[in-house]
């Protein structure tokens, strides 16, 4: 150990460093879609493959060999959409979104809630966030627009055949309608919330999305993030809870602090 110690360069540690940090990146793009099990699927291919290696299984052996030599080929094909949304995410600038147009998307979310509160308009609006999402918006409605307040309440009022089901929000736009969500197995949860409830409490424990929840009935507006439901009755808190998880992420050194204490709590 002293040995190994005293061998190790400067450049070794950035270079375990850099590598540690890229595959923990990859790890939370594609955490929450269906490429972990494609990936889980590759993986015991090459185990199956060094088996039957072992054992002289010729005929297994040539099959997984012909297929392991197009590998990069197939990981290409395969995870290309997850390949784009990662080489999307490195070219961005960290100050790419100005806070004036997080505060503006956020002002949007906020009076589109509160209006359905006024109204007595059910409404389950998911923020996506670093997980993707795309498990759960596959049999939904792509929507795939600006994000407006207009648009957001017309898709939740009652006679609109889309108003089922949570929309999915994400960089600046409405990207679907009509999501099933997950319901909360949480046997803890208070009686008094309903289905939009136990489906944004569901999604919140298997994602880091944050949720909107706007009831009908008691025209109150619920904030669901990491398993836990905070309820609002007015423009205001709600306004100040999402700057308080939003806004903060983009000021200069926050996304830097933001990483380091989700590398601390995992």
Same mark, same amino acid.
């Given at each position: 150990?002293?040995?190994?110690?005293?061998?190790?360069?400067?450049?070794?540690?950035?270079?375990?460093?850099?590598?540690?940090?890229?595959?923990?990146?990859?790890?939370?793009?594609?955490?929450?879609?269906?490429?972990?099990?494609?990936?889980?699927?590759?993986?015991?291919?090459?185990?199956?493959?060094?088996?039957?290696?072992?054992?002289?299984?010729?005929?297994?052996?040539?099959?997984?060999?012909?297929?392991?030599?197009?590998?990069?080929?197939?990981?290409?094909?395969?995870?290309?959409?997850?390949?784009?949304?990662?080489?999307?995410?490195?070219?961005?600038?960290?100050?790419?979104?100005?806070?004036?147009?997080?505060?503006?998307?956020?002002?949007? !979310?906020?009076? *589109?809630? +509160?209006?359905? $509160? #006024?109204?007595?308009?059910?409404? &389950? %609006?998911? /923020?996506?966030?670093? =997980?993707?999402?795309?498990?759960? !918006?596959?049999? *939904?409605? +792509?929507?795939? $627009? #600006?994000?407006?307040?207009?648009? &957001? %309440?017309? /898709?939740?009022?009652? =006679?609109?055949?889309?108003?089922?089901?949570?929309?999915?929000?994400?960089?600046?736009?409405?990207?679907?309608?009509?999501? &099933?969500?997950?319901?909360?197995?949480?046997?803890?949860?208070?009686?008094?919330?309903?289905?939009?409830?136990?489906?944004?409490?569901?999604?919140?424990?298997?994602?880091?999305?944050?949720?909107?929840?706007?009831?009908?009935?008691?025209?109150?507006?619920?904030?669901?993030?990491?398993?836990?439901?905070?309820?609002?009755?007015?423009?205001?808190?709600?306004?100040?809870?999402?700057?308080?998880?939003?806004?903060?992420?983009?000021?200069?050194?926050?996304?830097?602090?933001?990483?380091?204490?989700?590398?601390?709590?995992?």
């Amino acid at each position: 150990m002293v040995n190994f110690i005293s061998t190790l360069r400067w450049q070794d540690v950035v270079d375990i460093l850099i590598v540690t940090i890229i595959i923990y990146r990859i790890i939370l793009l594609i955490r929450g879609t269906r490429a972990v099990q494609m990936l889980i699927g590759i993986v015991v291919i090459t185990i199956i493959y060094f088996i039957a290696r072992q054992l002289d299984l010729l005929t297994l052996h040539w099959i997984l060999r012909t297929f392991l030599n197009s590998i990069f080929l197939i990981i290409i094909i395969v995870f290309q959409r997850d390949i784009r949304r990662v080489l999307t995410q490195v070219g961005k600038t960290p100050f790419q979104k100005q806070q004036d147009i997080v505060l503006h998307d956020l002002n949007e !979310i906020v009076k *589109a809630v +509160s209006h359905m $509160a #006024k109204k007595r308009i059910g409404a &389950l %609006i998911v /923020i996506e966030r670093e =997980t993707g999402l795309r498990d759960y !918006i596959e049999s *939904a409605h +792509s929507i795939d $627009a #600006k994000l407006t307040r207009e648009l &957001l %309440i017309s /898709i939740f009022l009652p =006679t609109s055949p889309i108003h089922d089901g949570a929309v999915v929000v994400y960089n600046g736009r409405i990207h679907s309608a009509g999501c &099933l969500l997950p319901l909360s197995q949480n046997a803890h949860i208070a009686k008094r919330y309903g289905t939009r409830h136990r489906a944004a409490l569901g999604l919140s424990e298997e994602t880091d999305a944050v949720i909107l929840v706007v009831s009908e009935e008691t025209q109150e507006i619920s904030l669901v993030e990491n398993g836990t439901i905070k309820t609002y009755r007015d423009e205001e808190s709600v306004a100040s809870a999402l700057h308080k998880i939003f806004v903060n992420n983009i000021l200069p050194g926050s996304s830097w602090r933001s990483w380091l204490g989700k590398l601390h709590r995992t």
